[in-house]
């Protein structure tokens, strides 16, 4: 087939005629000249119409297939539009770059300015040989020889991890609830986290737990018989005056006493409580392949012992009975139990957290006076908000569907007591709930609690679920939400004594927090055992500010006194720290940007088998 030009003739070459167009054009016009010339004289008018071409130079034209246009026209064309192009991209770019910076003056909610604070307590309790980046200028290496004098232990190398509060006591009970919290509140909000430029921080804070709790078992090993549940001891009972962790008043970094390690081997409370916590931990660190599979190694580990060796791990009087006291340890098996399902995708896990004589034993079915309190040592709130997160947006069905049920349900009621028109708990004059009935120490309650609010909001605005009910009234997410920022602005300063209840926080806060390290100067003076009882006991400010301490509280009048030898008010502690920082990244930015719904069901397989193929078609 020949192409054809616009007018309907062919564009082929006639291989015969060996002229070209230009040639045959240049032998006609000659022909004309010479045949005109022969005979009258020419006008101008004809000269020009003949002779004019002859003095221009050759036009060149392109073809656009269907078109013919000029060369030159054609360059200018193309030229303008790119040029139009390039303009229109170049002001396109400023504009949003002047939008950009406009906005990054915009400045940032109480509750992220908070969270800068609140994290960098962390760095303030670190034990062991500190990184370069710790960033606390007043902290140095500390408890170096943790694990390597007590000669009965076979744990040789305890160095690392977090002390506790104001002490230099590792509590691995508390400890690891505050590790299974950061990783919780990373998994769900790790986007906002990155908006606060936070990401990196909360990642080596919780590396920094996860690391030392390693390191507290064999962790290579399958199977154990031990763990080491404390370093360092705290009794003081009976006027006791041997030097430890609560006799003497020093700078972690001037520790010169023995700090024995108290290992349990029937303590399912705590191993279910590590095994939570590495498999959150193996969640958050999962793009790192061979660390999440050593921290899932390690959670197995842990939760078959928990299993196999029953028992509380503070029982018999025992030192951390003093401080930490289990009450039980079936809410450990569910929690520890949905942790690990998220983190293995292994339903036998789900099976156990689902069974109902464990959910029973855990307190599920029966109310009493601290039920729907979120802490350290229950844990059955937590699982229960997390095994709704796997109804809302799985729907496993048969077996699980009527323990997961009753799980949303209890978190539903939970939810509902949060809300000042019921009274399952009372409020202070001040706005201040009082999730453990007006004992001391109220804030690491309330910002546990903050924090499930928040979360289930976001799990039912993720769910495009409006809200939920109380009995035969219907109660809007934004009302669970707000619920949370009242409490949290409380501890932020909104309330009575205009106080922030954060070290470092705003202008007005506790200058005599109950912490070793920040009410001893750092002069390079040793001070012995009894030398620091002055900077304990005096009424000057701490020299050194433990930045983003939340201390114990007020108490239930919204009275508080910023003493540092009353630890029921000023002392900050492990636990309540991961609570707060947990609220705040849930509360800050922008509510749009919600939860992360997969990254938790990494390790989940579908929960449905893949229906077969439809059979090949019949043939006879």
């Given at each position: 087939?020949?192409?054809?030009?616009?007018?309907?003739?062919p564009?082929?070459?006639?291989?015969t005629?060996?002229?070209t167009d230009d040639?045959?054009?240049?032998?006609?016009?000659d022909?004309?000249?010479?045949?005109?010339s022969?005979s009258?004289p020419?006008?101008?008018t004809?000269?020009?119409?003949l002779?004019g071409?002859t003095?221009?130079?050759?036009?060149?034209y392109?073809?656009?297939?269907?078109?013919?246009?000029s060369r030159?026209?054609?360059?200018?064309?193309?030229g303008?539009l790119l040029?139009?192009?390039f303009?229109?991209g170049?002001i396109?770019?400023i504009?949003?770059?002047?939008h950009?910076?406009?906005h990054?003056?915009h400045?940032?909610?109480?509750?992220t300015?908070?969270?800068?604070?609140?994290?960098m307590?962390?760095?303030?309790?670190?034990?062991?040989k500190?990184?370069?980046h710790?960033?606390v200028?007043?902290r140095?290496?500390?408890?170096?020889?943790d694990g390597?004098?007590?000669?009965?232990?076979w744990?040789?190398?305890?160095?690392?991890g977090?002390y506790?509060?104001?002490?230099?006591i590792?509590?691995?009970?508390?400890?690891s609830?505050?590790?299974t919290?950061?990783?919780?509140?990373?998994?769900e909000?790790?986007?906002?986290y990155?908006?606060a430029?936070?990401?990196?921080?909360?990642?080596?804070?919780?590396?920094?737990?996860?690391?030392?709790?390693l390191?507290?078992?064999?962790?290579?090993a399958?199977?154990?018989d031990?763990i080491a549940a404390?370093?360092g001891?705290?009794?003081?009972s009976g006027?006791?005056?041997?030097?430890n962790?609560?006799y003497c008043w020093?700078r972690?970094?001037?520790?010169?006493y023995?700090?024995p390690?108290?290992?349990?081997?029937s303590c399912?409370?705590?191993?279910?409580e590590?095994?939570?916590?590495l498999a959150a931990a193996s969640?958050?660190f999962k793009?790192?392949?061979?660390?999440?599979?050593k921290?899932?190694?390690?959670?197995?580990?842990?939760f078959k012992?928990?299993?196999d060796?029953?028992?509380?791990?503070s029982a018999?009087?025992?030192?951390?009975?003093?401080?930490y006291?289990?009450?039980?340890y079936?809410?450990?098996f569910?929690?520890g139990?949905?942790?690990?399902y998220?983190?293995?995708?292994?339903?036998?896990?789900?099976q156990?957290?689902?069974?109902?004589?464990?959910?029973?034993?855990?307190?599920?079915?029966w109310?009493?006076?601290?039920?729907g309190?979120?802490?350290?040592?229950?844990k059955?709130?937590?699982?229960?908000?997390?095994l709704?997160?796997?109804?809302l947006f799985?729907?496993?069905?048969?077996?699980y569907?009527?323990?997961?049920?009753t799980?949303?349900?209890?978190?539903?009621i939970?939810m509902c007591?949060y809300?000042?028109?019921f009274?399952?708990?009372?409020r202070?004059?001040?706005?201040l709930?009082?999730?453990?009935?007006?004992?001391?120490?109220?804030?690491?309650?309330?910002v546990n609690?903050a924090?499930l609010?928040t979360?289930?909001?976001?799990?039912?605005?993720?769910?495009?679920?409006p809200?939920?009910?109380?009995?035969?009234?219907?109660?809007?997410t934004?009302v669970?939400r707000?619920?949370?920022?009242t409490q949290?602005?409380?501890?932020?300063?909104?309330?009575?004594r205009?106080?922030?209840y954060?070290?470092g926080?705003?202008?007005?806060?506790p200058k005599h927090?109950?912490h070793r390290?920040?009410?001893?100067?750092?002069?390079k003076?040793k001070?012995n055992?009894?030398g620091?009882?002055?900077?304990r006991?005096?009424s000057?400010p701490?020299?050194?500010?433990i930045?983003?301490?939340m201390?114990?509280g007020?108490?239930k009048?919204?009275?508080f006194?910023?003493?540092?030898t009353?630890?029921?008010?000023t002392?900050?502690?492990l636990?309540?720290?991961?609570?707060?920082?947990?609220?705040?990244?849930a509360?800050s930015?922008?509510?749009s940007s919600g939860?992360d719904?997969?990254?938790?069901f990494s390790?989940?397989?579908?929960?449905f088998?893949?229906?077969?193929?439809?059979?090949?078609?019949?043939?006879?």
């Amino acid at each position: 087939m020949y192409g054809r030009d616009p007018w309907g003739g062919p564009l082929e070459i006639n291989a015969t005629d060996s002229a070209t167009d230009d040639d045959r054009s240049h032998n006609l016009q000659d022909l004309d000249r010479a045949a005109l010339s022969s005979s009258r004289p020419l006008d101008e008018t004809q000269q020009s119409w003949l002779l004019g071409p002859t003095e221009q130079k050759k036009k060149k034209y392109v073809d656009l297939g269907c078109i013919i246009v000029s060369r030159k026209i054609f360059v200018w064309t193309v030229g303008t539009l790119l040029f139009s192009a390039f303009f229109a991209g170049f002001i396109t770019l400023i504009v949003k770059a002047v939008h950009r910076h406009h906005h990054s003056h915009h400045p940032p909610d109480n509750y992220t300015l908070a969270l800068h604070k609140a994290l960098m307590f962390f760095n303030g309790q670190r034990s062991g040989k500190l990184p370069k980046h710790n960033n606390v200028s007043w902290r140095g290496n500390s408890a170096l020889q943790d694990g390597k004098s007590d000669s009965s232990s076979w744990m040789k190398d305890l160095v690392g991890g977090y002390y506790d509060a104001g002490d230099a006591i590792k509590f691995n009970f508390p400890a690891s609830f505050a590790m299974t919290m950061l990783s919780w509140s990373v998994i769900e909000y790790s986007a906002k986290y990155e908006a606060a430029g936070e990401l990196n921080h909360i990642k080596d804070i919780i590396k920094w737990g996860t690391d030392y709790l390693l390191k507290t078992f064999n962790n290579s090993a399958d199977s154990i018989d031990s763990i080491a549940a404390q370093v360092g001891v705290g009794d003081t009972s009976g006027g006791s005056t041997t030097p430890n962790d609560h006799y003497c008043w020093m700078r972690p970094e001037d520790i010169d006493y023995p700090r024995p390690v108290y290992e349990c081997h029937s303590c399912s409370d705590l191993a279910a409580e590590m095994a939570a916590a590495l498999a959150a931990a193996s969640i958050v660190f999962k793009d790192n392949k061979a660390y999440s599979k050593k921290l899932v190694h390690g959670a197995k580990t842990l939760f078959k012992f928990s299993r196999d060796q029953r028992g509380r791990y503070s029982a018999g009087g025992s030192d951390p009975a003093l401080f930490y006291n289990s009450t039980n340890y079936y809410d450990e098996f569910v929690w520890g139990g949905a942790w690990l399902y998220y983190a293995t995708g292994n339903t036998s896990y789900l099976q156990l957290a689902t069974t109902p004589g464990i959910a029973k034993h855990a307190g599920a079915f029966w109310g009493g006076p601290d039920y729907g309190v979120f802490s350290w040592d229950n844990k059955l709130a937590g699982a229960q908000v997390l095994l709704s997160r796997l109804r809302l947006f799985l729907s496993p069905g048969y077996p699980y569907e009527e323990m997961l049920r009753t799980f949303h349900n209890q978190t539903s009621i939970i939810m509902c007591s949060y809300l000042p028109v019921f009274t399952s708990f009372n409020r202070t004059k001040g706005g201040l709930i009082q999730l453990n009935h007006g004992r001391p120490q109220p804030l690491q309650y309330v910002v546990n609690a903050a924090f499930l609010a928040t979360l289930f909001s976001d799990y039912l605005d993720a769910a495009d679920t409006p809200g939920w009910y109380c009995g035969p009234n219907f109660y809007s997410t934004d009302v669970l939400r707000g619920f949370a920022k009242t409490q949290i602005d409380y501890i932020l300063g909104k309330n009575p004594r205009k106080m922030s209840y954060i070290v470092g926080f705003g202008n007005n806060y506790p200058k005599h927090v109950h912490h070793r390290g920040a009410s001893i100067p750092n002069n390079k003076i040793k001070y012995n055992c009894k030398g620091g009882w002055k900077w304990r006991d005096t009424s000057k400010p701490n020299p050194n500010t433990i930045v983003g301490a939340m201390v114990a509280g007020p108490d239930k009048h919204d009275g508080f006194h910023d003493v540092r030898t009353n630890y029921n008010y000023t002392e900050p502690t492990l636990a309540g720290n991961a609570g707060l920082v947990a609220a705040l990244v849930a509360l800050s930015g922008d509510k749009s940007s919600g939860i992360d719904k997969n990254t938790i069901f990494s390790a989940v397989p579908p929960m449905f088998p893949t229906p077969p193929p439809p059979p090949a078609p019949w043939k006879p």
